[in-house]
């Protein structure tokens, strides 16, 4: 029961989600065409609470469930791990015409679509697992 609240914050998120049509194919074809701000205003948006949220962290404003301050790691990858890993990352946002944070949100809606996703998500997560320690970090 203590952490209730996380349940409905999933909830809330994926209800935003589906309302903004963050999970429709069409909006991200829009998007890569740049045919409609909508999809860029959403991640614009995304982008700016998040900073808020990491200066109250910093802060320590914001505490985890313990009364902990919370102190954001800084992994330092250089310009061509983050070059690399979003052209991975873009690439597979456009095939698949979903972001991962959706899935389950797409799950609700369509099933066999939602299931080829999360099973590639899968894939992806474990052979990052298994290739993670040859990497260069």
Known sequence: M??????????????????T???????????????????YGIIGGAVLISMIF?????????????GNKIVPKQKK????????GGTLFGLGWGISGACAAPIFVILGFKLMPALILLVGAIL???????LSKKLPN
Request: proline content about 0%.
């Open 124 to 130: 992806g997560a474990f052979f990052y697992g298994l």
């Open 54 to 66: 990491m200066q109250l962290f910093k802060k320590g404003i914001i505490k985890d469930n313990n």
């Open 2 to 19: 203590k952490n209730i609240k996380f349940l409905f914050l999933g909830i809330f998120f994926a209800i935003v989600l589906s309302k």
């Open 21 to 39: 049509q963050a999970i429709s194919w069409y909006r991200f074809y829009e998007m890569f065409k740049f045919q409609s701000f909508h999809m």
């Open 77 to 84: 990858k250089g310009f061509i791990h983050t070059v690399l």
